[in-house]
C-alpha cells in the first residue's frame, strides 16, 4: 500500500518546562525543582502523530535560527517528516512555550514567534506541497488570515481539510462549512458551536469518548479505559491519527475508531510526542 501524503500546516514550538513548588509573586525570586525542554506546538505534534502511523507527512511551517529551531528541525527528521518547508528566519525566534508546573496550578506563557510568520505569502511560495497531498491538518496556532486562505485553497482544488480548533478562535460561517471535518474538543465546540450538530464535526471528549455524525445520524465510540500519565497531546494524536485514517479511505467510523485507539495509547507515557503510538502498536491495541 503507499502511504497516504498529509500535510500539516500550523506551529512548531519548544516547550520550556519549569517544575517548582513555589511560585513566585511580583519581584520574587523562587528555587525550581527541574526544568527540560521538550519538542511541542499543535502542529509539529500532529505531524508527529501521523508518521509514526505511517502516513508520508510534510510540514509546512516557521522556526528561528536558533538553537531551538535546530532542535526542533532535527526532531521532526528524525520522524521521517518532510521539512524543506520549514523556513528559519534570521530575524524572529522559535516559537515557544513557557510552562510553569506546580502542584497548585499549571502557567503557561505562549509566544508565537516564527509561527507568527506563516504567512499567506509564505503558502503561495509552498503550495505546491499542499497540491500533492491527499489530506491537509490545520490547527490555530498560525495567524488566523492564513488559515482561512488555506481552506480556500483546500476547497478550491478538491484537497480535503481537517480543521482542529485548537486554540479555540471564531472563524467565519463560510469558512467552517468548507472544512471536510472540524474536530473540537468538548470545550472547543461548546465555544465555538454549541447545541450545532453538523456533519462536519468530530467532537473528542477526554475519557467520554468521541461523538460525530454520519449519514444524519448522531453517533459515539466509547473512550478506552487505559492508565492515565499525561494527557498532552492526546488531542494532537487523535487529529494525526483521524487524517492517516481517513486519507486511507477508510469510513468515518472507522477512522475515529483507530484515532480514539491512537489517542488512547498516547496518555499512557508523558509528553505529546512522547507518548504517540506506531502504527502496529494501535493495530495491535484494537486486535
Ligand atoms: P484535547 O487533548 O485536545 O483536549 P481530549 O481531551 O478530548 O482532547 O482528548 C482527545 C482524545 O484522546 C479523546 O477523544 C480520547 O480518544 C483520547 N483520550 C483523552 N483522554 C483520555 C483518557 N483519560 N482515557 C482514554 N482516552 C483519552
Not at 510540514?59 to 521539512?83: K, P, Q, S, T
Not at 506563516?118 to 488566523?144: A, G, H, M, R
Not at 484537497?159 to 472563524?171: G, K, S, Y
Not at 473528542?204 to 487505559?226: I, L, M, Q, Y
Request: with cysteine; proline share 4%.
Amino acid at each position: 500500500m503507499t502511504k497516504p501524503k498529509i500535510t500539516v500546516i500550523g506551529s512548531i514550538n519548544m516547550d520550556l518546562v519549569t517544575e517548582t513548588n513555589v511560585v513566585p509573586v511580583q519581584g520574587e525570586t523562587v528555587r525550581g525543582e527541574n526544568f527540560h525542554t521538550i519538542p511541542g506546538g499543535k502542529g509539529a505534534n500532529q505531524a508527529v502523530a501521523a508518521a509514526r502511523l505511517g502516513a508520508d507527512v510534510t510540514m509546512i511551517g516557521r522556526v528561528g535560527d536558533d538553537a531551538f529551531g535546530e532542535e526542533l528541525l532535527n526532531n521532526l527528521r528524525n520522524e521521517h517528516i518532510h521539512v524543506d518547508h520549514v523556513e528559519r528566519l534570521n530575524q524572529t525566534p522559535t516559537g515557544l512555550a513557557n510552562i510553569i508546573l506546580s502542584d497548585q496550578d499549571n502557567r503557561i506563557i505562549i509566544v508565537a514567534g516564527a509561527n507568527g510568520e506563516v504567512t499567506t505569502e509564505y503558502i503561495e511560495q509552498v503550495k505546491q506541497s499542499i497540491l500533492d497531498s491527499d489530506y491537509v491538518l490545520l490547527q490555530f496556532e498560525i495567524p488566523k488570515e492564513t488559515i482561512t486562505f488555506c481552506i480556500d485553497f483546500c476547497q478550491e482544488h478538491n484537497i480535503p481539510v481537517i480543521i482542529n480548533p485548537a486554540p479555540a478562535m471564531e472563524l467565519d460561517n463560510a469558512s467552517w462549512e468548507k472544512a471536510t471535518y472540524i474536530t473540537p474538543n468538548e470545550t472547543e465546540k461548546e465555544q465555538l458551536f454549541g447545541d450545532t450538530l453538523s456533519e462536519h464535526l468530530i467532537t473528542t471528549k477526554g475519557k467520554d469518548g468521541v461523538t460525530f455524525v454520519e449519514d444524519r445520524a448522531e453517533k459515539s465510540v466509547p473512550s478506552h479505559a487505559v492508565e492515565v500519565v499525561d494527557t498532552t497531546g492526546a488531542g494532537d494524536t487523535f487529529n494525526g491519527a483521524l487524517a492517516v485514517a481517513l486519507a486511507e479511505g477508510k469510513s468515518l467510523t472507522e477512522a475515529v475508531t483507530f484515532a480514539n485507539a491512537a489517542a488512547a495509547l498516547s496518555v499512557g507515557k508523558m509528553g505529546a510526542q512522547g507518548g504517540m503510538p506506531t502504527r502496529e502498536q494501535v493495530l495491535q491495541f484494537l486486535r
